[in-house]
């Protein structure tokens, strides 16, 4: 089951990705609709946060490109906010949680340009929606992890971007803050934003997403959550890797074969 | 060439003295050192080393005299101290371990140079040679040292042999080693001794600065060769040896050189020669292979192209000329040139004057290329949900890795299918 | 305090605010060994400097022995990646392998070359005053080391003024800099650049290893007193213009090497913050086995 959408915000066309020479996705062909709150599900292992830094252009793709809005990432990267992993950073860096919300107004700042008064104000209003404005001054180790996740969040939102992209912004936080983040998304969902999550539990995200992905090494599903969350689907999600799929990634591991004969071309 | 023959003769006492001593401190630390670069403490040692210089010279201050095995104790004792300070900032502060690593290094080190510059300034004549320590000179080594230094590089060679599998095991998988019951801890707390011990003894030879090398370098040298620790072992302590041998040999002839650089240096040049030349690890290796790949590629898309032209007429034993076969498929020219007179070569292509034909055999080998290709396209559409209009790429890079075993469960998982996405037809095996 | 003991407290003072800004980003980033291993790979590049250009050319000094600097983090990234060793081994076969060949250099062009083995370890901050800078004129301008260590360290300035907010953002959270267009690797390179040309202007002065005490000393301490970043390069200097202060009479009483003495003061300033901080020091720890739970 994968539904495309016309006119998406995002098109992944044709990705495949490997990781130290061993493809972890193959082939993932999707389109994400508008003002949709998306949930990237699948088990351990199976490229979820590999296909979001794909999409981000942290990792180089070995075929097929990734469009957001109809244009490139380059054209477009003021639009787009990334939430990494929150264990992908050193909490103990010297920073506060006002520092880390401020970060967000970076991209749009000049090589020169030092965040001022304004940024100041953005990052304020972020760490606000968050409800974290209270622990503006504190320094992001004493912060729970509920905390933490909270200011990345907030950092996010100060860069007021159409898209987001978050690296399970639901690991290691408590009920309260899991259900606090997911009202704020869906009050972005209202005001016409896009969020991709990854996620790792199923019970919850029937409630969550109005549009799922289900991956395993490759694209199962994608399409509204209520015809991708089947039990048929998530057997095939779920149900062990492709044995093939798995051998073949191997073999080009082991014997050094390209990935793919050709670079990648942008069409 | 006199001077080398003199050396390798080994007819006078002190020459063969220093070159077997040369040989055990290389040899021991390069053993021990295989055991902290596979447990990615390599630079722990770089601590150890430049840590047993304060030791060095508060063994001196202390007894006024230079006691080898007063001054191994004392380096010892510093050594030591560096490593536990190491742990206790990691495990008490939020210090990181390579800040806590390079700040015991330089302070230890800041003061053992404080000691050693006040050491000198004080007039004490016993002092000189002393600072050989921050070089290592192998021609310093005399009877006395010679016989205690040997004694502790025996030593540590013996309880490698003695514990090997042990220390195999905790280098390998230490959570696994404690559920066996091994007693960790202690073997944990021995190595890092003889790790200790081999720096101690190393900084002879080497000096202070670069005794680091002395125990990584070999090491990740002898990894590139094998994947089998005992021989891995071997490899190390035999290119230490050598180089330890080749040290003694410039101490030798030339007494101004410094001992340690120069062994370092052999051992570097060593280990990038490992880098690039082993078979199957090194770089040139990885290259060769790369190379033969796409040159396989080549060929096998080339004789698919003749395939598929021949295909469409149903008429295989059809000459092409190049620009045709370049009109079906885009290949680079020079390199499809080659692969061209390879193919001539292994018989599976002909070569008349309208151009190129396949050969009965290269048929079959093109078939089996084409089937590989329409299986996998087929299995990219039934398995992975691909378009049919997007498996085409994918295929051309996949159909050169399949192998007999995974075409045998394609056709299986398949049900032996008889047509592709495309509705052509799969070529049966040939 | 006499004109000498003047010049020599303040060229230690130099280099201590250069090399502990630079640490501070280099301890952040978990690369304190790069910067050690820099900081001994850059000898061939001095002494090879010395010898193309016969004399202490301050500036093909500088520019060639920094490009060695970065040319080693290449080669630690080359062996890491490329050849698959460890990357901790790599580090330590790339600097002891290019810190050998300077050596052997010194040893070989030993007459050609101003410069002696014990010299490349801990430097002639004492000499210092003696290598003064005259114009034309005969005005005496002061030692040549400092006006040097002067001129690095207002490019420093700039750099880390200009650039804060990038060198901050690549070294907390890199994936995201690059999410928002920023090139890791580029800002990678010039931290590394910066940390060469440091070297090289400290080099002669203070040595290979009170480099690294003065990268890693006074930035550790200062991480274990602050949290703010700000205040941590801030601080990290204080402590190293005090270290610089401290060494020269720890030395003087001695009589032995400032270098050394100055290592040393930086190992007690480290020790009193890790025991005494009161926010990460060890007693604060103690005290704080209860947590405070609060949201």
């Not at chain 1, 972890?24 to 990237?40: E, K, M, N, R």
């Not at chain 1, 969040?153 to 159409?162: V, W």
């Not at chain 1, 997403?209 to 969350?229: K, Q, Y």
């Not at chain 2, 004057?353 to 048929?363: I, K, N, Q």
Request: include cysteine; charged fraction near 15%; charge should be neutral.
């Amino acid at each position: 089951m994968i539904q495309h959408v016309t006119e998406p915000v995002l098109e992944v066309h044709d990705v495949t990705v490997s990781y130290q020479r061993k493809p972890v996705l193959w082939d993932v062909d999707l389109t994400l609709p508008s003002q949709a709150l998306v949930g990237i599900i699948g088990p351990n292992g199976a490229g979820k946060s590999t296909l979001i830094k794909a999409i981000m252009g942290l990792l180089p793709l070995n075929s097929g490109y990734v469009e957001l809005f109809g244009k490139s990432l380059k054209e477009v990267r003021h639009r787009v906010s990334y939430v990494p992993q929150r264990e992908s950073v050193d909490w103990d860096f010297p920073a506060s949680a006002l520092d880390v919300a401020m970060m967000g107004t970076y991209g749009q700042l000049g090589l020169f340009k030092r965040p001022g008064a304004r940024e100041r104000k953005l990052a304020m209003e972020a760490l606000e929606k968050v409800g974290m404005q209270d622990y503006a001054n504190r320094q992001i180790s004493q912060l729970s992890g509920g905390q933490q996740q909270r200011v990345f969040l907030s950092r996010a939102l100060a860069q007021d971007a159409d898209l987001y992209l978050m690296d399970e912004p639901f690991a290691g936080v408590d009920i309260a803050t899991e259900t606090a983040i997911i009202e704020l998304l869906r009050q972005m969902r209202e005001t016409g934003k896009t969020v991709v999550v990854v996620h790792h539990d199923l019970q919850s995200a029937q409630d969550y997403f109005d549009w799922t992905i289900l991956l395993n090494m490759r694209l199962v599903a994608s399409g509204p959550t209520h015809e991708t969350l089947t039990p048929d689907l998530l057997e095939k999600t779920y149900g062990g890797r492709l044995t093939e799929l798995s051998k073949v990634s191997e073999l080009l591991h082991k014997k050094n074969f390209p990935i793919r004969e050709t670079k990648p071309v942008r069409k | 060439m006199n001077t080398l023959w003199e050396f390798l003769s080994m007819s006078d006492a002190n020459v063969r003295f220093v070159t077997i001593g040369s040989i055990l401190l290389a040899a021991s630390s390069a053993v021990v050192g295989c055991f902290t670069v596979l447990r990615k403490r390599a630079l722990v040692g770089d601590a150890v080393a430049h840590a047993v210089l304060p030791g060095v010279c508060l063994a001196f201050m202390l007894t006024g005299e230079k006691n080898p095995l007063v001054l191994l104790l004392g380096s010892f004792l510093t050594g030591w101290l560096s490593l536990v300070i190491i742990d206790a900032i990691t495990a008490h502060s939020r210090i990181k371990e390579d800040t806590a690593i390079g700040l015991v290094l330089s302070v230890f080190f800041g003061i053992g140079i404080l000691l050693l510059t006040a050491i000198q300034h004080s007039g004490n004549e016993k002092q000189s040679g002393l600072d050989k320590f921050l070089f290592g000179s192998a021609a310093a080594l005399v009877g006395q040292d010679l016989i205690t230094f040997g004694a502790v590089a025996v030593l540590l060679l013996l309880s490698v042999l003695l514990l090997y599998k042990e220390f195999k095991l905790i280098s390998f998988d230490m959570a696994y080693a404690r559920t066996i019951g091994l007693p960790v801890r202690g073997l944990e707390l021995l190595l890092t001794t003889l790790t200790v011990l081999a720096v101690v003894v190393g900084i002879q030879s080497v000096g202070v600065v670069l005794m680091s090398a002395m125990l990584i370098t070999p090491a990740a040298a002898a990894r590139f060769w094998t994947d089998r620790l005992g021989v891995m072992i071997f490899i190390a302590a035999a290119m230490s040896a050598f180089c330890g041998a080749a040290g003694a040999y410039v101490s030798f002839t030339a007494p101004a050189m410094p001992t340690g650089p120069w062994i370092v240096m052999l051992l570097s040049l060593l280990a990038i020669f490992s880098f690039i030349m082993a078979p199957k690890k090194g770089l040139l290796a990885r290259y060769l292979l790369q190379r033969r790949l796409r040159n396989q590629m080549t060929r096998e898309n080339i004789l698919k192209t003749l395939f598929l032209l021949g295909e469409t007429k149903e008429e295989f034993g059809h000459s092409y000329s190049r620009q045709q076969i370049m009109e079906r498929r885009k290949l680079p020219l020079l390199r499809m040139q080659g692969g061209l007179k390879a193919l001539c070569r292994q018989n599976l292509v002909k070569k008349d004057s309208a151009g190129w034909a396949l050969t009965d055999a290269g048929r079959k080998e093109a078939q089996r290329v084409v089937r590989l290709h329409r299986l996998w396209e087929l299995y990219l559409t039934q398995y992975l949900q691909v378009a049919s209009d997007h498996v085409h790429e994918d295929a051309e890079s996949i159909e050169h890795v399949l192998t007999p075993e995974l075409e045998k469960r394609l056709e299986e998982l398949l049900n032996y299918p008889t047509t592709d996405p495309h509705q052509t037809i799969i070529p049966q095996q040939p | 305090m006499n004109i000498d003991a003047f010049w020599i407290i303040l060229t230690g003072a130099l280099v201590a605010i250069c090399c502990s800004l630079l640490g501070c980003f280099l301890i952040l980033r978990r690369m304190a060994m790069v910067g050690d291993a820099i900081s001994h790979a850059v000898l061939p590049g001095i002494v090879l400097a010395f010898l193309f250009s016969g004399s202490r050319e301050v500036w093909t000094m500088l520019i060639g022995a920094a490009l060695l600097g970065v040319a080693c983090t290449f080669l630690i990234e080359f062996f890491h990646k490329k050849a698959n060793v460890s990357a901790d081994a790599s580090i330590g076969v790339t600097f002891t392998w290019l810190f050998a060949l300077g050596i052997i250099l010194i040893s070989v062009f030993a007459g050609k070359v101003d410069l002696d083995q014990d010299c490349v370890l801990y430097g002639e901050i004492a000499y210092v005053p003696l290598d003064l800078w005259l114009t034309q004129s005969g005005l005496n301008l002061g030692p040549r080391t400092v006006w040097i260590l002067g001129g690095v360290l207002v490019v420093l300035l700039l750099f880390i003024s200009l650039f804060y907010k990038q060198l901050y953002l690549t070294s907390f959270d890199p994936a995201f800099a690059a999410a928002i267009g920023l090139s890791t690797t580029l800002w990678y390179y010039l931290l590394m650049g910066a940390v060469s040309l440091t070297t090289v202007a400290a080099f002669e002065s203070v040595g290979a290893i009170l480099v690294v005490a003065l990268m890693v000393g006074p930035p550790a301490t200062a991480y274990l007193l602050t949290d703010d970043l700000k205040k941590m390069l801030l601080l990290s200097a204080v402590a190293g213009i005090i270290a610089s202060a401290a060494g020269y009479y720890l030395a003087l009483w001695l009589n032995g090497s400032v270098a050394g003495a100055i290592s040393a003061v930086i190992g007690i300033e480290f020790l009193l913050a890790f025991v005494f901080s009161p926010s990460h020091g060890l007693l604060s720890r103690r005290r704080q086995l209860m947590p405070v739970a609060n949201g």
